[in-house]
């Protein structure tokens, strides 16, 4: 089964900036979206941004202007820049994977990652 390994996250002071990294622990045959989330305290999880397999970005409102989605150029990395943190963006960032695990699958798969701590402090 694969799996998503994250990393990047931690503590950091307003203003600062964090990259999360995230890759499938195996190969996935056709990646279609790759996305992070994130969730709060007490909060429902929520998108943050997202990259399609064409290259077509999409952000919440929230983020917008501050972080940045990018992959590799093999497509099987994704990262997220983030600049000028807020308080308010701490929380445990999750990575998101849907796609297609081998040349077989006709059902996509929605693949997620263990999830890393951002913390900032004001």
């Known amino acids: 089964q694969v799996q998503l390994v994250e990393s990047g996250g931690g503590l950091v002071q307003a203003g600062g900036s964090l990259r999360l990294s995230c890759q499938p622990s195996?190969?996935?045959?056709?990646?279609?979206?790759m996305a992070w989330y994130r969730q709060a305290p007490g909060k429902q999880r929520e998108l943050v941004a997202g990259?399609?397999?064409?290259?077509?970005?999409n952000y919440a409102d929230s983020v917008k202007g501050r972080f940045t989605i990018s992959r590799d150029n093999a497509k099987t990395t994704v990262y997220l820049q983030m600049n000028s943190l807020k308080p308010e963006d701490t929380a445990v960032y999750y990575c998101n994977v849907k796609g297609f695990q081998s040349i077989g699958s006709i059902i996509q798969s929605d693949y997620w990652g263990q999830g890393t701590q951002v913390t900032v402090s004001s």
């Open positions: 990259i399609a397999s064409g290259g077509s970005t």
């Open positions: 195996g190969s996935i045959f056709r990646i279609n979206v």
